[in-house]
Each structure stands twice: as structure tokens, then as C-alpha cells.
């Protein structure tokens, strides 16, 4: 696995494009509906994130964000007083979320596309790094770790979101259910009964290019069950998993939010602080 992949995924398949139809389908480029209606969208399924945000004090802090997506909390950052610059991976993004400052009057310090590689940003240059489920994407996470690690001001604050290895999406919903009806689904795979979901056919697909017995396997199946059955790659995280692939820092708090487990109907339950989809964490610079 390589960042180009990555990038050519992500580039093709803008995070969250497809929910509310798309820049270019049913908003043809109106910028200010699209992001009003994605927003819209995002606060309503994953309202924690507001909540999330406001634990910290962005107030006249040098933020960095990467992996920028629609750019919405670009926009909520910079509501609350950051001092934002912005990097992405994909022309895709960085252009998307161009449009929204312009459109929005947003005031930023910056915005460039790039990777997490190697950050286009001097030493020392941010009090805050905030990336919101993008660093479970980058295959080289160590690079990216000492990457972040070196913009980032002597105990400065790396604020992240990742996928959680200790939820029901995952240990449930990734690990037995979806992979147990794939299985069941398999031998029908020329079938009409394998035609009646876009998403299945996807993964039958998938299975019968590569081999059922390979596409179960977890790493393979994690990979392509977090966004989409043509994610080239994620990985799920525990704390102590965090303390291991984030070496340059100090883990110094942790917790899980958003019930999200498809296609068990879970969504509204109030377990996200136990089962939670998104394993929130603060981390301080080493020095």
C-alpha cells in the first residue's frame, strides 16, 4: 500500500460527496447549497463533533488541520478563533474548501495541498494539529507522526480523530456480521439475490478478484469497511495502539463517541462513550 492509492481514492471519492448528492450532481457547483446542505447533514449524524470541538480552546492558536474533507470543521475552527492553515492530500479537497472560505469570507492564514509526509510547513510553526479520521488512512503513519510532531511548536497539541479497534462497529458489525453475510452471500453471487445491493455486488466483487478467503481477512476486510468497498486502506485503533504509532508524544486523554455500526440500527442509542465508532485523543508533543 502507498499514498498514491491513497490519494487517487480520496481524490475520486471526496469524503462524504456522495451523501447529500454530490458537488456536481444535484448542486452543479452551488458551493453555498452544497455546504449547507452537507453541514446540515454531518451535525445532524455525527452532532458529538460541535461538542468535541469545544473541549478545546482554539482561541488565537496556530492550527493546523489535516485532511480537510468538505472543509466543515475548517469552517467551526475558525468560528472559534483558530488561526487556521489547512493541508490536504487531494486537489479535490483543497479546492472544495477554497470555495468555502471564499464563499464564507473565512479568514485563514493558509491552504495548500500536500502530504502529511512530508507537512510544507516550517518547524515550530503551530500550537495545534487537528485531524478529524484522516490519520488512519496514511499507510506510513511513523513518518507522519514525526512529520506532525516537528511543525508543531515544543509542547504542542496533536488532536485527532481514529477509528476505534474497542467498538461495536468494529468488533461486531466488521468483524462477524458483515463478513459473515458476505460469506452467505458468496455462492449467489451471479444471482439475482446478489443484485439487489450496489454495496454488496461491490464486495462480491472484491472477494471473487482477490479470492473469498483473502478478502475476509481482517486487515483486508477492515480496509475495505470503514468508507466504502473501494478504500484502499485504514486501520482501527486502541489507546495503547496510539501510544505505539504516535512515539514522538504523550497520550493524555482519550474517549469514544458516535454510535455507527451498519447495518445494525444503532445510530441513536447512548452508547458512545462505551461502543463508540470514533476514538477521540489528545496528544502532547515530547520535547
Not at 446540515?40 to 473541549?55: K, M, S
Not at 478545546?56 to 488561526?83: C, P, T
Not at 506532525?148 to 485527532?160: E, K, M, Y
Not at 444471482?191 to 462480491?204: F, K, N, Q, V
Request: charged residues 25%.
Amino acid at each position: 500500500m502507498n499514498e498514491t492509492e491513497v490519494q487517487a481514492f480520496w481524490n475520486a471519492h471526496p469524503c462524504g460527496d456522495h451523501i447529500v448528492g454530490g458537488l456536481h450532481g444535484e448542486f452543479a457547483d452551488d458551493y453555498e447549497r452544497f455546504f449547507a446542505a452537507y453541514d446540515a447533514w454531518r451535525y445532524d449524524q455525527e452532532g458529538h463533533i460541535l461538542a468535541c470541538l469545544d473541549r478545546f480552546d482554539w482561541r488565537g492558536k496556530r492550527v493546523l488541520e489535516i485532511g480537510l474533507g468538505q472543509g466543515a470543521e475548517s469552517e467551526q475552527l475558525i468560528r472559534r478563533g483558530a488561526r487556521w492553515s489547512g493541508l490536504d492530500l487531494t486537489a479535490e479537497s483543497v479546492e472544495r474548501v477554497r470555495a468555502r472560505l471564499r464563499t464564507r469570507e473565512l479568514p485563514h492564514d493558509a491552504l495548500k495541498q500536500g502530504s502529511a509526509l512530508s507537512i510544507p510547513y516550517p518547524d515550530n510553526s503551530f500550537d495545534y494539529v487537528f485531524s478529524h479520521g484522516v490519520l488512519h488512512h496514511i499507510p506510513d503513519i511513523h513518518t507522519a507522526q514525526a512529520e506532525i510532531r516537528r511543525v508543531l511548536r515544543p509542547g504542542g497539541t496533536l488532536v485527532a480523530m481514529l477509528y476505534a479497534r474497542d467498538s461495536l462497529n468494529f468488533q461486531v458489525s466488521i468483524r462477524l456480521v458483515r463478513r459473515a453475510v458476505l460469506a452467505a452471500a458468496y455462492p449467489l453471487r451471479r444471482t439475482r439475490m446478489a443484485g439487489r445491493s450496489d454495496m454488496l455486488r461491490a464486495h462480491l466483487a472484491n472477494a471473487e478478484r482477490i479470492g473469498l478467503r483473502r478478502y475476509l481477512e481482517l486487515e483486508t476486510f477492515t480496509h475495505r469497511n470503514t468508507d466504502g468497498p473501494f478504500n484502499p486502506f485504514a486501520r482501527v485503533y486502541s489507546p495503547r495502539e496510539v501510544t505505539r504509532d504516535f512515539p514522538d508524544f504523550e497520550l493524555e486523554e482519550w474517549f469514544r463517541r458516535y454510535m455507527h455500526a451498519p447495518p445494525l440500527p444503532v445510530h441513536r442509542l447512548p452508547f458512545g462513550e462505551r461502543l463508540g465508532w470514533h476514538l477521540w485523543v489528545r496528544l502532547r508533543a515530547k520535547p
